[in-house]
Structure formats: C-alpha cells, structure tokens
C-alpha cells in the first residue's frame, strides 16, 4: 500500500524554524512532482511550493524568502524547511506527491495525512 507520511510539525515561537518531512512509502516506480499545501482554520487549502522532478521550485509569495522546499529522490522523502515563522504560518501543512506505481502505469496524485504547525509566544 502506498502512502505519504509527514513529520516534523510541531509549536514554534515567531521567528523560529522547522522542517516537516514527508516520506513515501510502498512499492513506487517513479515519483514526478511533488508540493506542500497548507490549511488554516476556516481558510482554503493553498499551495505553499512544489518542487519538480527535475529540481525546479515554485513558492507562494508569502513563503519566498523564508521556506525551502527540496526533495531525496533515493530516500524517496520531501522537505519543507520553514524558517522565520510567523503566526499567519499557522496550519496544517499536507504533502502531495504525483506517483506512477509500474512503469507503464500513469502519474497519480496522492496526499499525506497533514501535520500541525502552530508559531505562537
């Protein structure tokens, strides 16, 4: 069974960091795309960054500058470090990995379960 599973969240103060791990599991043939979103209370869920297969990355404007988005392709794991918090970081941050299962199969978007990051005083 193939799943995305996220570390890393946690409380912070401003100003802090974290880095939220996010590692797929099970029997995979190739991963392409892959981002994080996040989801605050009674907001949409947002894009955050993406990173492509080949290295590329794109952020939402309120994280350029402060969060890094990287990816092991041999550990098969998606980073997001997150520094310089701020309150309105605030969210549950999800993983999402674009994932082809055989090699004739086809790019599927799988989800993780979501992990809490809290930046308060």
């Known amino acids: 069974q193939v799943q995305l599973v996220e570390s890393g969240g946690g409380l912070v103060q401003p100003g802090g960091s974290l880095r939220l791990s996010c590692a797929a599991s099970?029997?995979?043939?190739?991963?392409?795309?892959v981002g994080w979103y996040r989801q605050a209370p009674g907001k949409e869920r947002e894009l955050v960054a993406t990173?492509?297969?080949?290295?590329?990355?794109n952020y939402v404007d309120s994280v350029k500058g402060r969060f890094t988005i990287s990816r092991d392709n041999a550990k098969n794991t998606i980073y997001l470090q997150l520094d310089s918090l701020k309150p309105e970081d605030t969210a549950v941050y999800y993983c999402?990995?674009?994932?082809?299962?055989?090699?004739?199969?086809?790019?599927?978007?799988?989800w993780g379960q979501g992990t809490q990051v809290t930046v308060s005083s």
């Open positions: 999402s990995a674009n994932l082809k299962l055989t090699s004739g199969g086809t790019f599927v978007t799988y």
């Open positions: 099970g029997s995979i043939f190739s991963i392409g795309g």
């Open positions: 990173v492509s297969s080949r290295g590329s990355t």
